[in-house]
């Protein structure tokens, strides 16, 4: 699977879109592009995920760029309850379900008052 | 309610003394994963399985076993446990591969252990 890089931390004002940026420049054309956060040291909760196309869904926005080699986590209007570390992973898809997943360690988001 | 379980929550134990940490799933999903996290190391897989009988390693299987007899159920085992275990362990699942990339994984609460 191929390897992603997230900045580390990042701000972002409450009620202000929150943008999360993931390279994945070695993701090949099987590969989906998931994001997931992490609140405290809960379990992961599965956020939205893509494959060349721009996904929206009730928690979030993903833009996929036209070459695949990276994606934008947007949150539309960040609270304090988006304060977490996001994960983008990029994950094979193939009969038989997925095999190794890598995480990383993620971009830790504080929304700020 | 469609959840993962783990078991126990929190561990205190020595080293050398076996345990297991137990995962079950009632989703019926064919692929469990296990997870450590450590301090800015981010989550780390340990083995996954695909399905009944089918187990692999992921990045750090060193002093970890797993077995998955039934679909539900996918437990932790350290035959020998070190201090350097001492960690955040998850447990996932997910459904198999149908076309959609709708194959979310599904985390457990963790289990905090530490060896002592």
């Known amino acids: 699977d191929a390897k992603t890089t997230q900045p580390p931390s990042m701000d972002c004002a409450e009620g202000r879109a929150a943008n999360l940026p993931c390279n994945h420049s070695?993701?090949?054309?099987?590969?989906?592009v998931y994001w997931y956060r992490q609140i405290h040291s809960q379990g992961p909760q599965y956020i939205i995920h893509?494959?060349?196309n721009n996904e929206t869904n009730e928690m979030a926005s993903l833009i996929i760029t036209e070459d695949r080699k990276s994606s934008t986590l947007i949150l539309p209007h960040a609270t304090l309850r988006d304060t977490a570390v996001y994960y983008c992973i990029v994950r094979v898809a193939r009969s038989g379900g997925y095999q190794k997943v890598t995480f990383g360690t993620g971009t830790k988001l504080q929304v700020i008052p | 309610e469609a959840q993962v379980t783990q078991n126990p929550r929190y561990l205190i134990t020595v080293t050398g003394k076996k345990l297991t940490v137990t995962c079950s799933q009632n989703m019926n999903h064919e692929y469990m994963s296990w997870y450590r996290q450590d301090p800015g190391l981010g989550l780390r897989q340990i083995y996954y399985?695909?399905?009944?009988?089918?187990?692999d390693k992921g990045d750090v299987p060193e002093g970890y076993k797993v077995s998955r007899k039934e679909k539900r159920n996918f437990p932790l085992i350290l035959e020998s446990p070190s201090p350097n275990q001492t960690s955040l362990y998850f447990c996932?699942?997910?459904?198999?591969?149908?076309?959609?990339?709708?194959?979310?994984?599904?985390f457990g609460p963790g289990t905090r252990l530490t060896v002592l």
């Open positions: 996932a699942s997910s459904s198999s591969f149908r076309g959609t990339g709708d194959n979310e994984q599904f």
């Open positions: 893509g494959l060349k």
């Open positions: 399985s695909m399905n009944v009988e089918v187990t």
């Open positions: 070695t993701i090949s054309g099987n590969e989906y």
